[in-house]
């Protein structure tokens, strides 16, 4: 009886010290009914899959929404600066002595080349790793977001890789796609229908360049891609081959370029 008596005031003891409940779990009808919210589901994780909130079984090992990440659209990140997108050939192509950017013309719905301050595309850049660029001074409010997508022609299918001449062009987008995801027909300015377009694939590495991370259909991102401009077409692609692309294009050839973030 002593020991009894002891245990019960020890136990008495740990629930007043730690708080330590003798309630039974509820379960969720037994919660409304009390007027509590419904309790989490366990074993299972919320996540943001192309744009739509979705809870799916937690495996901790092995979970996999994409092949590459689980798909997520970018974090609100503040603006950094409004900024030009500098154009730097990476041979003597174009006079030397003189800077060139990424041009606010959009005309057949690509953007062009400029020397012109004037006439330079300004963006919101905003820091960190894959996010959407919105120009401030867009020509086209229909078509808000700047990015590549398929091109029209025979040799750009969006899986862009070493030895094959296939490639992206740049131009405005209409709706913002996830990141990580592959491409989206979501309408863009130069092809309709859009055959696959992404935006939010922009990160800015040392000495501000900018650089885009094309994702292939197979949900693998694209290796060792080269921007590039060319001067008979007139327009920016991205390709992971350009001497493959150059050697399939013929009349359309382009030389490689950097981006680069300069504050206005």
Not at 135 to 162: K, M, Q, R, T
Not at 181 to 197: A, F, Q, T
Not at 214 to 238: D, E, H, M, P, Y
């Amino acid at each position: 009886m002593h020991r009894f008596t002891l245990l019960l005031a020890i136990g008495l003891y740990l629930v007043s010290c730690f708080g330590v409940s003798a309630t039974p779990l509820l379960t969720n009808a037994q919660r409304l009914a009390r007027g509590l919210p419904l309790a989490k589901p366990k074993g299972f994780v919320t996540r943001i899959v192309n744009g739509a909130t979705r809870t799916i079984p937690d495996k901790k090992k092995g979970r996999v929404i994409s092949r590459w990440k689980d798909a997520e659209p970018s974090p609100s990140t503040p603006v950094k600066c409004k900024s030009y997108i500098v154009v730097t050939p990476c041979n003597a192509t174009t006079p030397s002595g003189t800077t060139y950017y990424v041009s606010q013309d959009l005309s057949n719905g690509l953007y062009h080349l400029t020397s012109d301050p004037s006439q330079a595309l300004v963006v919101s850049t905003p820091s960190g790793e894959l996010f959407g660029l919105q120009p401030v001074n867009n020509p086209d409010p229909s078509y808000p977001w700047f990015g590549f997508f398929i091109a029209s022609d025979g040799v750009s299918n969006g899986d862009l890789a070493a030895g094959s001449p296939d490639y992206v062009q740049l131009g405005a987008i209409k709706t913002e796609t996830d990141r990580y995801s592959i491409p989206e027909r979501v309408g863009n300015s130069h092809v309709n229908p859009d055959r696959g377009s992404e935006t939010d694939i922009w990160s800015l590495r040392s000495n501000n360049v900018l650089k885009p991370s094309w994702v292939n259909w197979s949900g693998a991102r694209a290796k060792n891609t080269v921007i590039f401009f060319s001067q008979s077409g007139n327009f920016f692609g991205l390709t992971s081959d350009l001497k493959a692309y150059n050697a399939a294009e013929g009349t359309q050839t382009g030389y490689a370029v950097t981006f680069t973030i300069v504050s206005t």
